[in-house]
């Protein structure tokens, strides 16, 4: 019978010999993939270095929660602040392919700077992923939205065998379970997933400090109300994001002319493809409420009720 403790002893076990006393590196964003990777690289006890790129396009105090949660579980991650410089290299493009290229390829620069020489690799691959991209080596899917963790850099690595990937034969509840194994708590390991672009993927159009804001407020209002009903855990991935359209009403005696959010929660097996939820109206009526009277900016809310297909889970 599969047995998770046992399991975990034998990849501690491969960690270690394969790694020895050479320095691993290793990438966190605070998703469960990648927070269990360090954490069982710590268990593991070999020399290694966490790296956390904020790129500025995070949820509302997104990387302080992420320096928290593995404070509480005793892992140093080392934070890389590149905000400004994703900002800047994003000023002005509106074009989503053209947004996500320039996420992308600066990601890849002040990770990999920050990496320096590095002697190991480790990457929180999961089996789906290792799928994913041998399927998009022959399709045209790789050049749709290009797979971060196969670069060219990494296939350096990879053919030195200097490239770690202890999670490549799980599947996302397995991780799960190692991560639970290990006491990493419940709220990281059921965090919905986020997307590498961040926020980014959620404010068509030009990304700008000011519409990154707004977001992150009414985010945080649905979020936080997402959770005061106990419909969090229902859902397999919630956000509100920007339509930066402006539209005339009245707030307080006067008119106003600002932008709409969007909020949206889905249900989903593996992304590809997703169902809208039916929230309770209590919900979204009291989302909606705070939403008007707390965040500037915006004078409008709108349900994302849109199956994937057609539809893509994220606007971008
Ligand atoms: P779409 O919008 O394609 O999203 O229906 C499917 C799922 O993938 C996430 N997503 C990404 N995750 N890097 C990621 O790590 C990305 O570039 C990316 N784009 C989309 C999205 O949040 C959803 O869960």
């Known amino acids: ?20 006393n050479r320095q691993v590196v290793c990438g966190v964003s605070g998703g469960v993939d990648s927070t269990v990777l360090a954490v069982l690289l710590h268990e593991a006890g070999v020399n290694m270095r966490a790296i956390f790129v904020d790129n500025g396009l995070l949820r509302k105090n997104e990387a302080e929660e992420v320096r928290a949660n ?27 392919e053209k947004k996500r290229r320039i996420i992308g390829g600066l990601f890849i620069d002040v990770f990999w700077d920050a990496v320096g020489d590095a002697e190991m690799l480790a990457q929180g691959t ?62 990281i390991l059921w965090r919905h997933p986020f997307p590498g672009p961040g926020l980014a993927v959620r404010c068509p159009g030009v990304v700008t400090k000011e519409r990154l804001d707004i977001i992150r407020e009414c985010d945080a209002i649905f979020i936080g109300n997402l959770k005061k009903y106990g419909w969090y855990d229902k859902v397999w991935q919630a956000y509100a994001g920007l339509i930066p359209v402006k539209t005339v009403g009245v707030k307080g005696d006067e008119r106003s002319y600002e932008w709409a959010t969007n909020l949206r929660a889905i249900v989903s ?48």
Do not use: C
Not at 70 to 96: K, Q, W
Not at 306 to 313: R, Y
């Open 126 to 187: 999961l089996y789906p992923d290792v799928i994913e991209s041998a399927s998009n080596a022959k399709s045209k899917a790789s050049v749709i939205k290009t797979h971060h963790n196969r670069v060219e850099r990494v296939l350096e690595l990879q053919a030195q065998g200097k490239v770690l990937e202890p999670l490549a034969e799980l599947f996302k509840d397995e991780v799960r379970e190692l991560g639970a194994s290990m006491g990493i708590p419940h709220d």
């Open 70 to 96: 593995f404070a509480r579980m005793n892992v140093e991650i080392e934070t890389v602040d590149a905000s400004e410089r994703f900002l800047a290299a994003l000023d002005g493009e509106s074009d989503p």
């Open 269 to 316: 097996e593996d992304a590809m493809t997703a169902d809208w939820v039916e929230l309770p109206p209590a919900l979204l009526r009291e989302t909606s409420n705070r939403i008007l009277n707390e965040v500037k900016g915006i004078n409008r809310v709108l349900y994302d009720i849109s199956t994937k297909p057609p539809a893509s889970i994220e606007w971008e």
């Open 1 to 20: 019978k599969f047995d998770i403790g046992d399991f975990k002893r034998e990849l501690i076990r491969e960690i270690r010999e394969r790694v020895g």
